[in-house]
């Protein structure tokens, strides 16, 4: 299970929302070994893309230097859906290469009269995807 602050879960809804059209992307660090996610690091996604998403390779060389320095891991994987729900595509297994996170997928589409999005959390490792409860805490 995920257990995330509602400051946090309303950063990233708050990102998801400001880059639609495109994808937004990002990453919630927190200490290594915790499984707590503590500080929000919202990314450019550098294919500028409403069906794609990509870390910019540079950035994303800086993040993990800073991690590293911080004693911090990436905590949340997390990027947002424009036109679909919010469930991890063949692309985004692809990319999951973090056995250990959390992949958060929001989505930017009231395709199932929900409200105008869904936060949804997975596991994601060798190609295994496994839906697991986000518990939002004050």
């Given at each position: 299970m995920l257990t995330i602050s509602q400051a946090l879960y309303d950063q990233i809804v708050a990102h998801a929302r400001a880059d639609h059209p495109d994808e937004a992307c990002g990453v919630v660090a927190g200490p290594a070994g915790s499984g707590r996610p503590e500080r929000f690091i919202p990314m450019l996604n550098a294919?500028?893309?409403p069906t794609f998403y990509e870390f910019?390779?540079?950035d994303l060389l800086k993040l993990y230097r800073e991690m590293d320095d911080r004693d911090e891991e990436p905590v949340v994987i997390?990027?947002?859906h424009t036109a679909t729900e919010a469930y991890?595509?063949?692309?985004d297994v692809s990319y999951a290469n973090e056995p250990g996170a959390?992949?958060?997928l929001v989505s930017t589409a009231d395709k199932d009269g929900a409200g105008p999005f869904q936060f949804r959390s997975f596991r994601i490792v060798d190609g295994v995807?496994?839906?697991e409860d986000v518990k939002v805490e004050a």
């Open positions: 294919a500028r893309s910019d390779s540079s997390y990027h947002s991890p595509s063949r692309t959390h992949y958060v995807i496994t839906e």
